[in-house]
């Protein structure tokens, strides 16, 4: 918490500026707390103060404004205290993260396992394919003679006798002309790889989370609050009673006579009904709103708000 001497000096400097401003007729607590929040001069120059010392110096510019003297400021300034209220409302169901995921709407391939390839289902691995023409012996069946490995020839005195084939040196084969005698050809499926896109995925590697769709979410078993966190700032005398247990309607709110809302902000709460209800016993209300914190902004007055 900053000195009296700081909080005055921030004060005079803020006053000044408003006092300056071409289009402010009236200083009032409202309109100090706007510029205050939203002025990028004014925002910067108070940018290192507490939310609590931003408040006491908004009061201070203010009583400083209506010609107050230092020390009836300071006695008034004791008198002022935050509290934050926190309001549920409206049970549902909500989205939370799909623990198969973890958020990210797919898990790894279970077909795989995320290498994003399959064998090949053409040539199982091996990168090539059998010649079709010589079932992978790469020899055929010689053309002129028959696989015999002779040929018939006539003699001089032109009796035929059967002589070995000079094309395949008698053995009845040669080389298969479709794969030069390899025997094989590089897979056409795979380009010699032995390896293919998974069909499953795609290639790449990963696939819809069945858990929750591809979401990224899942829908919770169990009700949850829509939870409203508002911060206030409000006098000693507008602050009239502690809270001992949850608000059971709107209208002790409306009991505080609250000046100035500080922030806010909506949202579902990370509490579920059920420990709520069990908390607050408020099994058979609609709306639970608790005063979570409330401080005083000076220690002087002796008196302090530490609720739930």
């Known amino acids: 918490m900053i000195t009296d001497s700081q909080l005055n000096g921030y004060a005079e400097r803020v006053l000044s500026f408003m006092q300056n401003s071409s289009d402010v007729e009236i200083i009032h607590l409202q309109l100090l707390?706007?510029?205050?929040?939203n002025d990028h001069?004014?925002?910067?120059f108070l940018s290192k103060l507490?939310?609590?010392?931003?408040?006491?110096?908004?009061?201070?510019?203010?009583?400083?404004?209506?010609?107050?003297?230092?020390?009836?400021?300071?006695?008034?300034?004791?008198?002022?205290?935050?509290?934050?209220?926190?309001?549920?409302?409206?049970?549902?169901?909500?989205?939370?993260?799909?623990?198969?995921?973890?958020?990210?709407g797919s898990v790894e391939c279970s077909s795989c396992d995320g290498s994003t390839r399959d064998t090949c289902s053409t040539c199982d691995g091996e990168e090539t394919v059998d010649c079709d023409s010589c079932n992978g012996s790469g020899t055929e069946e010689c053309g002129y003679c028959d696989g015999k490995g002779t040929e018939t020839e006539e003699d001089d005195e032109g009796d035929e006798t059967e002589v070995e084939c000079v094309h395949?040196?008698?053995?009845g084969t040669e080389k298969c002309n479709?794969?030069?005698?390899?025997?094989?050809?590089?897979?056409?499926s795979c380009n010699g790889k032995g390896f293919e896109d998974c069909n499953q995925c795609d290639g790449n590697g990963s696939e819809s989370c069945d858990y929750c769709e591809g979401s990224g979410q899942v829908q919770s078993d169990s009700e949850y609050y829509t939870s409203h966190y508002t911060t206030y700032r409000t006098t000693l005398?507008?602050?009239?009673?502690?809270?001992?247990?949850?608000?059971?309607?709107?209208?002790r709110i409306d009991e505080l006579e609250y000046e100035m809302t500080l922030s806010s902000r909506m949202g579902h709460s990370d509490i579920l009904v059920s420990d709520i209800d069990s908390e607050y016993d408020t099994d058979d209300w609609d709306r639970v709103v608790v005063v979570i914190n409330a401080e005083e902004l000076t220690e002087s007055s002796g008196r302090n708000y530490s609720i739930f």
Do not use: W
């Open 50 to 104: 507490s939310l609590y010392d931003k408040v006491r110096v908004i009061y201070y510019t203010y009583f400083l404004s209506k010609g107050f003297k230092q020390d009836d400021i300071f006695i008034l300034l004791d008198k002022i205290y935050i509290y934050t209220v926190e309001d549920y409302d409206e049970k549902s169901y909500v989205d939370l993260e799909c623990n198969e995921c973890y958020s990210d």
């Open 41 to 44: 001069i004014i925002e910067m």
């Open 168 to 171: 395949c040196d008698g053995e």
């Open 237 to 251: 005398d507008n602050l009239i009673f502690s809270f001992e247990e949850p608000m059971e309607s709107d209208d």
């Open 33 to 37: 707390a706007h510029t205050v929040k």
């Open 178 to 188: 479709s794969c030069g005698g390899s025997g094989n050809f590089e897979c056409y």
